[in-house]
């Protein structure tokens, strides 16, 4: 969100169809942040931004003379910078907690994100055999609390609402097994956050 009478102190450089600027994209809404969004066009980056982020990826924060990449660190960032409502824990432990849970989810679901909206059909078959199956399997894990491991929405549901909006896009469609995971990601994209996070190509998603 900006004001109209002076220009905003932070901007987001973002990708319109990236899920990983999305997620941050979320967190600043969550916040109302008053920020400067900028859409970035893939291979036509500014030559600040370029120069800026060393891997030609994902979203970019420049905030005063800090610039910021990577969307995990681009989050916390944002959480620290702008604590009122937090969107981590305030015990350490239950902090180290969400830190790993979204290591996780890195590591093991949107490292994937090159094969799964790739052209190259079989490594993308691939990933979203083990993207689904494992959804699947963790089904449990989005009813046990009201958002996911906790009852309280964080930076854990802002890291995974972008890659679950996807799904219809990447043609994936869970089983009726996973109907929690499907009651999980309706809660999180009827929030009017959320909706306002979303770009006209992100809207063309579903």
């Not at 239950?94 to 790993?100: I, K, Y």
């Not at 199956?133 to 929405?153: G, I, K, N």
Request: charged share 25%; hydrophobic share 40%; aromatic share 10%.
């Amino acid at each position: 969100m900006t004001t109209r009478n002076r220009k905003p102190l932070m901007t987001l450089y973002s990708d319109a169809q990236c899920p990983f600027s999305h997620q941050t994209r979320i967190v600043v809404q969550e916040k109302q942040i008053e920020c400067q969004l900028v859409e970035l066009v893939d291979g036509h980056w500014p030559e600040e931004v370029a120069s800026a982020n060393p891997y030609g990826q994902g979203p970019t924060l420049f905030d005063r003379d800090i610039v910021i990449f990577h969307s995990p660190i681009i989050m916390e960032y944002l959480d620290e910078r702008f604590p009122h409502p937090s969107l981590m824990p305030n015990d350490p432990g239950a902090r180290a907690q969400m830190r790993l849970m979204l290591h996780r989810l890195e590591t093991d679901w949107l490292a994937m994100w090159p094969q799964l909206s790739g052209r190259d059909k079989s490594p993308a078959t691939k990933a979203k055999k083990t993207l689904r199956e494992d959804l699947t399997v963790l089904a449990p894990l989005f009813e046990q609390y009201d958002y996911l491991m906790s009852d309280e929405f964080s930076l854990i549901d802002c890291y995974i609402a972008p890659l679950l909006w996807r799904l219809p896009h990447l043609g994936i469609k869970l089983p009726d097994s996973a109907i929690a995971v499907e009651r999980y990601a309706q809660k999180i994209f009827d929030r009017a956050t959320f909706q306002a996070s979303l770009s006209t190509a992100e809207r063309g998603m579903r």
